[in-house]
């Protein structure tokens, strides 16, 4: 077999990911809690033994007469296929660890997920977790897509799709329900902060491409970098914005993470090595010891060490999950940049994807996502430098207090 490292953090061969562990709901498997490591390697796992501490007698009684003694009554019934009573035997042995990261993805499952990941789908555009309560709740909605344009927001709670209620569903279930081809609509209903009564929308479905980088030079002096995914090819096109900033005179760097669910824990790491000395650590897997602790450090790129007029603020919110928050939490604790917003989503576990044949896979949690000085990022996530929040209301008027909040920083000379 062989396996992949995803985190979600959040998204094969081996490959960490660092992927908030939401989807993108009718759309990508990033959401899978993963975040994809270019330059990955492939590890062959032996042939599975039965463990001696375990007495399988009653599974296989309970199988036995199932198929022997089992007789269909009545039309919500079924005698299923060989194969569908195996998954199925993995998935309640996979749900009993009670963990919404550890999925079982039998083929049809396993196959969206790799369709996902080519980053061009059909669907809503909008990324989704469960919650603590196990509630499905809106990471971040993806800029310019339906789910954007129909009002949809980080925070927002998934009550139901169509006519189906979704509790105790899972990401991947409601994922299901909500894909579809491009021009047919679904309708969600959500429960939002501050409003008393459920939220009703239909949302047209579209042809979703993630995007993935925006740059703009501002007159106060200040280059801005809008980075929405970390892509198989981001650290590319950031080192080509970062090009920009330098060949543009500026000295003051503001990099936008907000609504970023994650990506590829590679990106995220070159990234943070064009602000790091090498060696410094930009994230640390935490396997509690179950195997030696990893740590992601810097390439050493740090091509601002001699700029003594550099200044850098990045922009986190709610949205902001996994290979954002591994870049946010490096920057910020060691001291290079203020983080300017609202508190980070918190997807902190670290999954690893296993091909079990036949086209299923299993994703395992295996560790969990430490900041360079410790901190576990799922507990609560990244608390921002400078507080500042962004109401719908501002959004509706077209204000930004919390990027306001960035420039009065960056344009402040102590």
Do not use: C
């Amino acid at each position: 077999m062989t396996k992949t490292q995803l985190n979600a953090a959040g998204v094969l061969g081996a490959v960490v990911l660092a992927f908030s562990g939401g989807i993108f709901v009718g759309v990508s498997a990033w959401q899978r809690n993963i975040a994809a490591a270019s330059g990955s390697t492939t590890t062959v796992l032996g042939a599975a033994t039965q463990p001696q501490d375990v007495d399988m007698t009653q599974f296989w009684t309970a199988y036995n007469l199932l198929n022997e003694r089992f007789v269909v009554t009545h039309a919500s019934s079924t005698f299923p296929e060989k194969d569908k009573q195996l998954y199925s035997a993995i998935q309640g042995l996979t749900s009993s660890f009670g963990d919404p990261y550890t999925v079982f993805m039998p083929p049809s499952d396993a196959k969206v997920f790799t369709d996902d990941i080519s980053g061009s789908f059909g669907g809503i555009g909008m990324e989704v977790d469960n919650d603590a309560k196990g509630n499905i709740v809106v990471v971040s909605p993806l800029k310019g897509t339906p789910s954007e344009r129909a009002g949809i927001r980080s925070g927002d709670i998934l009550l139901a799709i169509g006519t189906t209620t979704t509790e105790g569903m899972t990401t991947d279930d409601a994922i299901k329900l909500i894909r579809g081809p491009k021009g047919t609509s679904v309708t969600l209903t959500f429960a939002r902060a501050g409003e008393p009564n459920p939220l009703i929308m239909s949302v047209m479905r579209d042809t979703i491409n993630i995007p993935v980088i925006n740059t703009i030079k501002r007159d106060d002096g200040i280059f801005v970098i809008e980075l929405y995914s970390f892509s198989e090819n981001s650290a590319d096109l950031f080192r080509d914005a970062l090009r920009q900033f330098v060949e543009s005179g500026d000295t003051k760097l503001l990099l936008d993470l907000r609504g970023n669910p994650g990506g590829y824990l590679d990106a995220a790491v070159d990234m943070a090595s064009y602000f790091l000395p090498a060696g410094d650590v930009i994230v640390t897997e935490d396997f509690k010891g179950k195997q030696p602790n990893e740590s992601h450090r810097s390439l050493g790129y740090n091509i601002f060490a001699n700029n003594k007029n550099f200044k850098m603020a990045v922009l986190i919110d709610q949205g902001s999950a996994s290979a954002s928050e591994i870049l946010s939490g490096a920057l910020q604790q060691h001291g290079v940049a203020k983080l300017v917003g609202t508190r980070s989503f918190g997807k902190g576990s670290v999954q690893e994807l296993m091909d079990l044949g036949g086209g299923a896979e299993l994703k395992v949690t295996i560790a969990r996502w430490l900041t360079p000085n410790g901190s576990s990022i799922s507990d609560g996530g990244l608390q921002p430098d400078i507080k500042a929040d962004r109401t719908a209301d501002d959004v509706k008027a077209g204000n930004d207090p919390q990027k306001d909040a960035a420039v009065v920083y960056l344009l402040n000379n102590q």
